[in-house]
């Protein structure tokens, strides 16, 4: 039972990651942003192609299918026009925004792959060109089942929200079930709890991913102040910033903030390695948190390698690969459930439609 997968904008390759672990050959790899290749390429057996989606023709990836008995699409189109884009923008130019779902909808027509994933924000769901996308799947002969999944339900160690779909023109398919209760959620402690400490600005002499940045002398002052679980509000007034004392500010408590050890982590975004961007204080050291864990809390193995050492190290470019990232447990999770699901189909144990 041979399985090839094409990952469309699969940045630096945490969903391809996942559904090579789970057994899933990947064997082409398709962004836009060319600086994510030599990770992409570096810790995966696939091609890695930048191109703009507009561009892609079904030839360009239909070779890579070959020989295969069952062909995968997923992927993951970048969700910013979803969820930041102003309200106030008309419907017209909202759509500009989307084309990337579009693009989706239009090489699945072109491929017909007989299994597609996308997983996306939560946002995205109660738009009109989401239930576009749907309408297409189910058009051309896909039974979809899609739905909003909590990530520590299935060992993800951060309180992410996704909006995970799948689709299959074999057979029902269904989202994977739940892997872990409240009880078993894997905790900050058990994922960076292991990791040598480092002061703001340093890194690991053996580990050049385990780098922190530096803090000025007021946020080292307001980590210093900050509780694990905390808010600015624990700490003296003067260090509270301006905009936090207005009405309008008093309701960002989650900024500034220590992480707890033994909860799952916030959302991991592109500036987690920032102090003040988020609750990415380290739950003990005066720093925010390193890009190594980062990485971990994303899911990523410990040996995934980012950035060339023989070069010197971008670290926003790679705090936005990995906060960009589908975390590789639920590209596993995802892989799993497309295998199982493919199994029941072959052996006649699932109800075809």
């Given at each position: 039972?041979?399985?090839?997968?094409?990952?469309?904008?699969?940045?630096?390759?945490?969903?391809?990651?996942?559904l090579?672990?789970s057994?899933?050959?990947?064997?082409?790899?398709?962004?836009?942003?060319?600086?994510?290749?030599?990770?992409y390429?570096?810790?995966n057996?696939?091609?890695?192609?930048?191109?703009?989606?507009?561009?892609?023709?079904?030839?360009?990836?239909?070779?890579?299918?070959?020989?295969?008995?069952?062909?995968?699409?997923?992927?993951?189109?970048?969700?910013q026009?979803?969820?930041?884009?102003?309200?106030?923008?008309?419907e017209?130019?909202?759509?500009?925004?989307?084309?990337?779902l579009?693009?989706?909808?239009?090489?699945?027509?072109?491929?017909?792959?007989?299994?597609?994933?996308?997983?996306?924000?939560?946002?995205?769901?109660?738009?009109?060109?989401?239930?576009?996308?749907?309408?297409v799947?189910?058009?051309?002969?896909?039974?979809?089942?899609?739905?909003?999944?909590?990530?520590?339900?299935?060992g993800?160690?951060?309180?992410?929200?996704?909006?995970?779909?799948?689709?299959?023109?074999?057979?029902?398919?269904?989202?994977?079930?739940?892997?872990?209760?409240?009880?078993?959620?894997?905790?900050?402690?058990?994922?960076?709890g292991?990791?040598?400490?480092?002061?703001?600005?340093?890194?690991d002499?053996?580990?050049?991913?385990?780098?922190a940045?530096?803090?000025?002398?007021?946020?080292?002052?307001r980590?210093?102040?900050?509780?694990?679980g905390?808010?600015?509000?624990?700490?003296?007034?003067?260090?509270?910033?301006?905009?936090?004392?207005k009405k309008?500010?008093?309701?960002?408590t989650?900024v500034?903030?220590?992480?707890?050890w033994d909860?799952?982590?916030?959302?991991?975004?592109?500036?987690?390695?920032?102090?003040?961007?988020?609750?990415?204080?380290?739950?003990?050291?005066?720093?925010?948190?390193?890009?190594?864990?980062?990485?971990?809390?994303?899911?990523?193995?410990?040996?995934?390698?980012?950035?060339?050492?023989?070069?010197p190290?971008?670290?926003?470019?790679?705090?936005?690969?990995?906060?960009?990232?589908?975390?590789?447990?639920?590209?596993e999770?995802?892989?799993?459930e497309?295998?199982?699901?493919?199994?029941?189909?072959?052996?006649?144990?699932?109800?075809?439609v």
């Open positions: 039972m041979v399985i090839k997968a094409v990952d469309l904008y699969s940045g630096v390759g945490g969903l391809t990651h996942g090579i672990k057994g899933i050959n990947v064997t082409l790899g398709i962004d836009i942003d060319e600086t994510c290749k030599y990770a390429e570096t810790n057996n696939a091609k890695f192609l930048a191109k703009d989606v507009r561009e892609i023709k079904s030839e360009d990836m239909l070779s890579y299918y070959e020989g295969s008995d069952y062909k995968v699409l997923v992927g993951c189109a970048p969700c026009p979803f969820s930041n884009y102003s309200n106030t923008a008309s017209e130019k909202k759509k500009e925004k989307w084309f990337l579009d693009e989706f909808s239009r090489l699945v027509m072109e491929i017909m792959p007989d299994i597609v994933s996308m997983e996306n924000v939560p946002q995205l769901r109660k738009k009109d060109v989401f239930r576009e996308f749907v309408d799947l189910k058009g051309n002969g896909y039974y979809v089942d899609y739905d909003l999944i909590y990530c520590p339900d299935y993800i160690p951060q309180s992410r929200t996704r909006l995970v779909l799948l689709a299959s023109r074999l057979g029902k398919i269904n989202l994977p079930q739940i892997t872990h209760e409240k009880s078993t959620y894997v905790t900050v402690r058990e994922i960076i292991h990791l040598k400490p480092i002061e703001a600005g340093d890194r002499e053996k580990d050049p991913l385990h780098i940045s530096s803090l000025s002398k007021k946020n080292m002052d980590i210093k102040q900050s509780k694990p905390g808010t600015w509000a624990d700490w003296d007034k003067k260090l509270i910033a301006k905009c936090h004392k309008t500010g008093s309701t960002y989650s500034y903030g220590r992480m707890e909860k799952v982590s916030p959302t991991i975004t592109t500036q987690f390695n920032g102090f003040g961007n988020g609750r990415f204080g380290h739950p003990e050291q005066n720093r925010g948190l390193s890009l190594r864990e980062g990485a971990l809390l994303q899911s990523f193995p410990e040996n995934y390698i980012f950035f060339n050492n023989e070069k190290i971008v670290m926003k470019n790679v705090s936005t690969h990995i906060g960009n990232a589908v975390p590789v447990r639920l590209g999770v995802i892989g799993n497309i295998i199982r699901h493919i199994g029941g189909i072959k052996s006649g144990r699932e109800i075809r």
